[in-house]
């Protein structure tokens, strides 16, 4: 090919994981192979769509030309060659190779397995009509059907091409309803629930705008969707129906701002005042960029961590660096652990909903494909037995991100871009000003060029198995596969060896002649192939465990409920040890994500906009709790991520040592002196002794905090009236939105009666700031009860 200059480079010496090895390097179309002088070590196959950053150094103090690479599964290693002609060759090389235009360069549609491997079909592994049917649609319930009203992708071009809508729904409802929707993403079924019907529906956002516009075929589909327990020709048994009923809820998975936002661009979320017989509730999980900078500063404190290692070590083949503990309050501020609760704790809601309620969710956010995907795919991976096999986990990656068109090419950034590649401004130092000039601007153009395709990149589908990963470690013997069977997904989401996770919709999946169905191998293939599958299987896996018969004391029916205070870092996957990045795990209470109440109208929506009416009355100055990285206590936290005092060993430090020092009682020395001529009683009624000097100290301490309690008890007035179970809601059947992280508790459904007799027995702090930690048992989940409980 033209792109290689260079092919073979002799004597390069390799910087890998601390250890510098010698060895030679070989360039081919789709791979940089590294094999060792030594022989001892295995060859180091890097395809080149996995390389994420690629920076050329200048030449060192010895004469070396390095080359540091960057990788998308947090390896990161470094090539130095004797003649910087060769490192400009190479550098070249790989820019050229791995910045590719179009998706037909990519090495999924070259890749032919040798030998051929021994698992077929995972093209076909999803079948719409078995996996519905599955469930129950058309045998168990007649309330939902067949479309083929997408089989051309006309109908909306990022749908699969079979959807599953309420059978009282005809096609010509859905051609206009179709106009509603962003993207013509309608709500469509994605889940059956195998015991009481409930249900998971998911789509986009509504094209509500400042105009409040509404639709009202849209607003029977999600009627006839919440009523699809009592339909007509339902072969569910006689009884009590348990659905229809105010439990039935619509998740916005954004924040309220962003969804305000969207609003002034034309689309928005539902005015409740037009859906009946549900609520909503917005779950505050972040948006694409915010994800994508998280992440980035995950890798930067790994990165930084490396560098000080090598550092320390040199490039001096044969040795080894000390391993450096990584920055715990680095990864602290990324915030990767709370966007992962967030998506846990909104999956646990809808999970609640559908199996406890035995309600339904339709689930969105902006245009369905990100957040959408998550919350669906997590959520169905705790309600259903069958998504926990080796088998099912596919077929719900097959469902939730593959049919149902989650961006890959664009989230992962498959073709690349030339902004990934930094090397010095050539002639900056030599042959004068009009040179160095043009080296800048040129310089300038790489870091504008493809900035809108770097800007659709975000790590989602590596959130959602980050999040997998972590309940598969709260529930290990629930699970058939292991975590290395996770960790080769991720690996071959990057790899591009295989055409599953090459396109952003089914339709491109199958466009041309031939489609990719035919001229790519499918990444199931690979995975469900000898030996290579029974080294996935999980030796701790109980499927007994799963029986929803099993009437044992601490039987689930095999539904699962995560713990999100349980949030840790997939140590394996960043290749670090799990004390290294998670440092010693502390329960304590976390603050939960910003999941509000859910709404019954238009009123209590902030993402409605409205005219504010002033009023002359000033407002309650809200209680702000400081941020968690503001709080020195260790109770505020769920995971110890400080960075440790510098000891012996880094990692030695006790929580206790850790912690700050108590101040020192004041001296008594300080106390006022009794005046001349008085006799010096301490302790006596005339007030000029000790007993004052408490005394005003006292009532001064009083007074303060009764201005306080005064403050909270408004604060905690106004909390009762947003509550969702308290009893407010029975007297105007209107729920409230909490506004913040700092008011879940409207989702307790605790009586005033019984939280007034826990504040007079003592078993509740009278300070609502107190620091002192609550007992164990009281720290529960915070979507441990109904929360629509009126009893």
């Not at 998280?294 to 560098?307: I, T």
């Not at 290579?532 to 029986?547: I, T």
Request: glycine share 8%.
């Amino acid at each position: 090919m033209d792109a290689i200059r260079i092919s073979k480079v002799l004597n390069v010496l390799c910087s890998r994981s601390g250890k510098s090895s010698l060895g030679t390097l070989h360039l081919t179309a789709h791979h940089l192979i590294f094999s060792y002088q030594d022989g001892g070590e295995e060859e180091m196959w890097v395809p080149y769509p996995l390389i994420n950053l690629v920076t050329r150094l200048p030449q060192t103090l010895s004469g070396q030309c390095p080359i540091t690479f960057r990788c998308r599964t947090f390896e990161t290693f470094s090539l130095s060659f004797e003649k910087d002609t060769e490192a400009g060759d190479v550098f070249d090389s790989v820019k050229e190779l791995t910045v590719a235009t179009s998706v037909s360069q990519l090495y999924a549609f070259f890749y032919v397995p040798n030998p051929p491997l021994t698992a077929t079909g995972g093209w076909t592994l999803y079948s719409p009509r078995e996996e519905f049917g599955r469930m129950g649609v058309g045998t168990r319930s007649k309330a939902w059907r067949f479309t083929d009203i997408n089989k051309d992708y006309a109908f909306s071009p990022t749908y699969p091409s079979r959807l599953v809508v309420p059978t009282r729904i005809s096609d010509a409802t859905l051609q206009y309803a179709v106009k509603y929707r962003s993207k013509g993403r309608i709500p469509a079924l994605t889940y059956l629930h195998w015991s009481n019907y409930g249900s998971i529906t998911r789509s986009s956002q509504p094209m509500v705008g400042l105009t409040n516009a509404r639709s009202i075929q849209d607003e029977k589909l999600v009627e006839a969707i919440f009523l699809s327990h009592t339909a007509p020709d339902s072969r569910a048994t006689s009884g009590p129906v348990f659905g229809a009923t105010t439990t039935n809820l619509i998740v916005d998975a954004r924040p309220t701002t962003n969804a305000m936002a969207n609003t002034a661009k034309g689309a928005g979320t539902e005015n409740m005042d037009h859906y009946k017989d549900c609520r909503k509730a917005y779950l505050g999980i972040d948006h694409i960029h915010a994800m994508r900078e998280s992440l980035g500063r995950v890798v930067e404190a790994l990165r930084e961590s490396e560098a000080l290692a090598a550092s320390v070590a040199g490039d001096i083949p044969g040795t080894t660096a000390v391993t450096l503990p990584v920055d715990r309050q680095a990864l602290r501020r990324s915030g990767w652990l709370r966007h992962l609760v967030g998506i846990l704790e909104g999956s646990v809601v809808i999970v609640r909903n559908v199996h406890i309620n035995s309600s339904h969710v339709l689930i969105h956010c902006s245009d369905g494909w990100d957040r959408t995907s998550q919350l669906s795919a997590v959520a169905q991976l705790c309600l259903d037995p069958y998504y926990r096999t080796v088998r099912g986990f596919q077929v719900l990656v097959e469902k939730d991100w593959l049919s149902f068109g989650h961006k890959f090419l664009d989230r992962c950034g498959h073709l690349s871009s030339e902004k990934f590649f930094l090397s010095p401004a050539e002639g900056a130092g030599a042959g004068g000003g009009a040179e160095a000039a043009q080296a800048f601007l040129a310089s300038v153009q790489n870091r504008f060029a493809s900035n809108h395709h770097i800007k659709e990149t975000s790590p989602v589908f590596h959130q959602f198995l980050e999040v997998v990963r972590n309940i598969q470690r709260q529930f290990p013997e629930r699970f058939e596969f292991d975590e290395r069977f996770l960790r080769d997904l991720h690996y071959h989401l990057y790899s591009c060896q295989f055409g599953s996770f090459l396109f952003n919709t089914e339709r491109e999946r199958r466009a041309g002649e031939p489609s990719a169905y035919e001229r790519t191998t499918s990444v199931w293939d690979y995975l469900n192939s000898a030996p290579r599958a029974e080294g996935y299987l999980n030796p701790s896996y109980k499927p007994e465990l799963d029986d929803p018969d099993s009437r044992a004391p601490k039987a689930d029916q095999g539904v699962l409920m995560p713990n999100p205070k349980d949030m840790r870092f997939w140590h394996e996957l960043y290749g670090r040890g799990d004390e290294e990045m998670n440092g010693r795990f502390v329960a304590a209470p976390l603050p939960g994500p910003e999941v509000v109440a859910p709404i019954d109208n238009a009123e209590d929506d902030p993402a409605i906009m409205r005219p504010v009416t002033p009023t002359s009355h000033p407002a309650t100055p809200p209680v702000v709790s400081p941020p968690p990285s503001a709080v020195p206590s260790a109770s505020n936290s769920i995971f110890d991520l400080s960075t440790p005092a510098r000891t012996a060993s880094p990692l030695s430090a006790s929580p206790s040592e850790r912690l700050p020092s108590p101040r020192p009682p004041p001296s008594p020395s300080r106390a006022r002196q009794p005046a001349a001529g008085r006799p010096a009683d301490l302790f006596g009624a005339s007030g000029g002794g000790m007993k004052s000097v408490w005394g005003k100290l006292s009532s001064g301490a009083g007074a303060a905090f009764s201005v306080v309690q005064d403050a909270y008890g408004g604060v905690a007035k106004d909390l009762r009236g947003l509550s969702i179970g308290g009893a407010g809601d029975a007297s105007d059947g209107r729920g409230g939105e909490l506004r913040g992280k700092d008011e879940l508790s409207g989702w307790g459904g605790e009586p005033e009666e019984a939280r007034s007799s826990a504040f007079a027995a003592g078993t509740v702090s009278a300070n609502p700031w107190a620091s002192v930690k609550q007992p164990a048992e009281s720290s529960t989940s915070l979507f441990a009860d109904n929360p629509w409980n009126t009893t």
